[in-house]
């Protein structure tokens, strides 16, 4: 029995709440470091929805942040004769809503809207806030390139995405998407987008815009196109989606290129380095508080690292990437930060991605150069097994231990077999996958296991997916 504790404070407006959970990590077969008692997963992602609760936050005299109108925030900086308006949400409908509920607190012209990068949540909505006049509109010179997926491969990575987020679930199974809400309104995706119209050099840059002093710094990081905004006067610094509260996303399970981790972490650092006294996140609740918000920062650099650090150390003992998604974890005094929970990222993906991103798939192990491929290798299971009676037989007990990752893996070697029940193997897959979903609070495995077992359920998927 595995047993650990941390607390989880949530910062919601000026109030921290805090809250404390013992984690009892269910004996057995352990499946990923964010699986915990049904329970206790329910109530983490419902903590966790505080911090994208709607509303408009003052973060400082000037400035205001919309949070929860989509997925990600969009703020405001009040100038002399007009506000800047940094990022802009997913499309104009939630857009609008941001703007309206901005117009309480001014309504001076936008003179200028800043994209943090190219993501389709920070930039759909930009029409939403301009009236008569055209504002500047200001990006980095790599704007566009966050996606680097080849678009030969649009057609699975829509479905995935649609599973990452829980497009697709009932309001019974949705919880949220780890630092953004779920059900968000996506039908206008992109529509009110405005291309840049001044690019920032990739030296940075300061200006002065109503009579506001800004800072513009190219900071790579989820996207190689990103950059974050820091207002040296008020001492408030907009991350982007380089921060946000729950360890960072360094690999997405819809499907991403090698996202730079190292630069991820260096950037991170940077936006420490100014010791801010307010840092606005892409996503979630801005933090406040110069200890604070410097803490959150520093702590974030140091939990990238570490773990592109341990991945690498393992990567020259001789250590595969299955073997090193298990053994590598937060350091222990940054476990239990309430912005490194991995509501959103994993660190077993990011330690993958990692892996692959510097070596490619082959883990070194002259075994896996060729394996034996499925159909094969499921017979010798079988027969390993005494028969693929006794096989099934395996897959059930498996289930019937609660130990779903077996009962998944086995249930995949029972697919390939001629003689095989294979119906009950696609039930055995579908229960197993709704039971490590029970106990999932990373949002986007939870939301994965849910949709595919309904996809399975429905039919939908063809028997080579299954
Ligand atoms: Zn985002």
Redesign the pocket.
Known sequence: MNRYRFSLSIRKGSRAVGLFFILALTAGVASGQTQVDPETALRMLNAQQQQFEKGVVKVADNVFTAVGFH??NTSMIIGTDGVIIIDTLFGPSSATNAAEAFRQYSDKPVKAIVYTHS?G??IGGASAFIGDEQPDIYATESFGSAEGVNQAVDPVKQKRNVRQFGRKLSPAESTNRGVAPAGTDDGDRGKGFLPPTVTVPNNGLKTTIAGVELEFHIAPGETDDAMFIWLPKEKVLFAG?NFYSSFPNLYAIRGTAYRDVLDWSESVGKMAALKPHVVVP??TMPIRGQEAATTALTDYSEAIRSVYDQTVRGINAGKGPDQLAHEVELPEHLRDKPYLIQFYGAVPHAVRAIYSGLLGWYDGNPTTLNPLEPKLKAEKMAELAGGTQKLTEQMEAALAKNEYQWALELSDHVKWLDTADRNLARKVKIAALRGLASREYNAPNRNYYLSYANELESGQLSEVWF
């Open positions: 997925g990600a993501h949540d920070h989606d892409g996503h």
